[in-house]
């Protein structure tokens, strides 16, 4: 069973859309996190997020905003897409200070 | 402000060689430090990981080196392998918050 599971791996959309990136973990985690990896392959955090505090990197633009149903779940919503939101982004989980794992990533494309 | 500098960019290395990649920090209170593998189109898997009490850790062909008086630390893999072609991130962390990334060497094994 897939540990963290990212939908959908490839997103292509035009300029000024909204969109959604959903994102589960069956590892029963108490911490979620959003990444963005960009062409230069740099990780960067976008959010940090448990059933207690949501933790936002504040060059995040307000476009960009997480949404929790649950504790298994951190969507990542994304409104009015701009040409440099193309990256891959990455959902991870993690419990304490211990191993990270994370998705296979969303390729997101913005034409 | 880049808090986990990592070098080489790059690295070419000889099917059987050593392979040595390294990091280091600026926060003396990051308390763990992974190294992630990453294969192109896969998300982040960790490979080893160390915590400050400790200098050496090994697993396998892979070994890390934590040098806390100079906020240094090290990858080293050892009978580097073809398979071994990936991309790989140091990180750090600070209790559970999220990890901070080292900006990820491109490795290449040659045959």
């Known amino acids: 069973d897939t540990a963290v599971s990212q939908t959908p791996k490839y997103l292509v959309t035009q300029m000024g859309n909204d969109k959604s990136i959903k994102c589960e973990q069956n590892?029963?985690?108490?911490?979620m996190y959003w990444y963005k990896q960009d062409s230069k392959k740099f990780l960067k955090i976008m959010f940090s997020?448990?059933?207690?505090?949501?933790?936002i990197n504040e060059t995040v633009p307000n476009r960009f905003s997480p949404k929790s149903p649950d504790k298994a779940h951190l969507n990542l919503h994304i409104n009015s897409l701009e040409l440099g939101d193309s990256a891959v982004y990455f959902c991870?989980?993690?419990?304490?200070?211990?191993?990270?794992?994370f998705g296979q990533g969303t390729r997101l494309t913005v034409v | 402000q880049q808090q986990v500098k990592q070098s080489p960019q790059s690295l070419i290395v000889q099917k059987g060689g050593i392979s040595i990649i390294n990091c280091a920090y600026e926060?003396?209170?990051?308390?763990?430090f992974p190294w992630y593998q990453q294969f192109p189109g896969k998300g982040p898997a960790l490979l080893i990981a160390?915590?400050?009490?400790?200098s050496e850790k090994k697993e396998g062909r892979f070994t890390i080196s934590f040098n806390k008086s100079a906020k240094q630390f090290s990858l080293h893999i050892m009978d580097s392998q073809p398979g071994d072609s990936a991309t790989y991130f140091c990180?750090?962390?600070?209790?559970?918050?999220?990890?901070?990334f080292g900006s990820g060497t491109q490795l290449t094994v040659l045959p």
């Open positions: 590892l029963g985690h108490d911490t």
């Open positions: 991870a989980s993690r419990s304490g200070n211990t191993e990270a794992f």
């Open positions: 997020y448990n059933n207690k505090e949501l933790i």
């Open positions: 160390i915590r400050p009490d400790v």
């Open positions: 926060n003396t209170a990051f308390d763990y």
């Open positions: 990180a750090a962390s600070i209790s559970a918050r999220q990890l901070t």
